[in-house]
T-cell receptor, first 114, second 115 residues
Framework: AQTVTQSQPEMSVQEAETVTLSCTYD???????LFWYKQPPSRQMILVIR??????QNATENRFSVNFQKAAKSFSLKISDSQLGDAAMYFC???????????FGAGTRLTVKP | GAVVSQHPSWVICKSGTSVKIECRSL??????MFWYRQFPKQSLMLMAT?????????EQGVEKDKFLINHASLTLSTLTVTSAHPEDSSFYIC???????????FGPGTRLTVT
């Protein structure tokens, strides 16, 4: 079974600084997707970034980038120039390539200090 | 981007009654929809996968007779919590798979409180 582990229940960052959220996963598959979702207090899930396992290049979306280490099964999220609006729960998620259901990690609560 | 709606956003019901939650894909067709449950300060746990026109597939430990799922059209899936109990109180989130299955969009969630 696929499992997703987020070892940091809470993280804190100063506004304008950079923070990295960790995620590891366990799978025997070679093709899959990895995601980072943001869940603000409204609880609406918002896709932050997505990575296809077959791509070696790390995905980037503006201030958000990932460090995807396939051999190590690691998928960390870096948030640069942190903003107050980045404060939220962040969930790492895994989805097999030929399967549709998504598995989530336990989440990391990010606090941004002004 | 694609939008998924849920109705109601918050429902309070009495123990023993049933409540229906609707999940709609507003601007795309979704052959597959998913239902998740999220307890306070916890992660999303997949309850079931709903495919249009067929029976839902439930995750281990989820009572299919208690959580009835109907995916009657390409834009609507419903979750009915039957004979609700206070322990069913939770946040229920649906998501819908668009097109060829590359993008999954989430609804805003429904808060269920059973008194």
């Amino acid at each position: 079974a696929q499992t997703v582990t987020q070892s940091q229940p809470e993280m804190s960052v100063q506004e304008a600084e950079t923070v990295t959220l960790s995620c590891t996963y366990d799978t025997s598959e070679s093709d899959y997707y990895l995601f980072w979702y943001k869940q603000p207090p409204s609880r609406q899930m918002i896709l932050v970034i997505r990575q296809e396992a077959y791509k070696q290049q790390n995905a980037t979306e503006n201030r958000f980038s990932v460090n995807f280490q396939k051999a190590a099964k690691s998928f960390s999220l870096k948030i640069s120039d942190s903003q107050l609006g980045d404060a939220a729960m962040y969930f790492c998620a895994y989805r097999r390539y030929n399967n549709n259901d998504m598995r989530f990690g336990a989440g990391t609560r990010l606090t941004v200090k002004p | 981007g694609a939008v998924v709606s849920q109705h109601p956003s918050w429902v309070i019901c009495k123990s023993g009654t049933s409540v229906k939650i609707e999940c709609r894909s507003l601007d795309f067709q979704a052959t597959t929809m998913f239902w998740y449950r999220q307890f306070p300060k916890q992660s999303l746990m997949l309850m079931a996968t709903s495919n249009e026109g067929s029976k839902a597939t439930y995750e281990q430990g989820v009572e299919k007779d208690k959580f009835l799922i109907n995916h009657a059209s390409l834009t609507l899936s419903t979750l009915t919590v039957t004979s609700a109990h206070p322990e069913d109180s939770s946040f229920y989130i649906c998501s819908a798979l668009e097109g060829f299955g590359n993008e999954q969009y989430f609804g805003p969630g429904t808060r269920l409180t059973v008194t």
